[in-house]
């Protein structure tokens, strides 16, 4: 089992900045595949970036790329996203997630942290 606490989310203003950290205990943390998630109100809960397992490789959403920077820190047993250039449109609840590497669903979520960007 792996267990996840997202923090670091609130309220910031458009062009603003915050980092959100993902702590995991548990499991060894550097088996994992770690994504991060979010999810607004009324809509689906979309992806948005992930790191691998050895923090060589990270994707990220289209609509959060330039601006959005996954890492991980695997002496700290934590993941961060630092987001950059916040948009109005990226207010959602942040989770984050994992999943061994050859797994493509995540077997593992956090509770999830509120980010609220205002205009």
């Known amino acids: 089992q792996v267990q996840l606490a997202e923090s670091g989310g609130g309220l910031v203003q458009a062009g603003g900045s915050l980092r959100l950290s993902c702590a995991a205990s548990?499991?060894?943390?550097?088996?994992?595949?770690m994504g991060w998630f979010r999810q607004a109100p009324g809509r689906e809960r979309e992806f948005v970036a992930r790191?691998?397992?050895?923090?060589?490789?990270?994707y990220y959403a289209e609509s959060v790329k330039g601006r959005f920077t996954i890492s991980r820190d695997g002496a700290k047993n934590t993941a961060y996203l630092q987001m950059n250039n916040l948009k109005p449109e990226d207010t959602a609840v942040y989770y984050c997630?994992?999943?061994?590497?050859?797994?493509?669903?995540?077997?593992?979520w956090g509770q999830g942290t509120q980010v609220t960007v205002s205009s």
């Open positions: 997630a994992a999943r061994l590497d050859f797994k493509t669903e995540y077997d593992y």
């Open positions: 790191i691998s397992w050895t923090g060589l490789y990270t």
């Open positions: 548990g499991r060894t943390f550097s088996s994992y595949v």
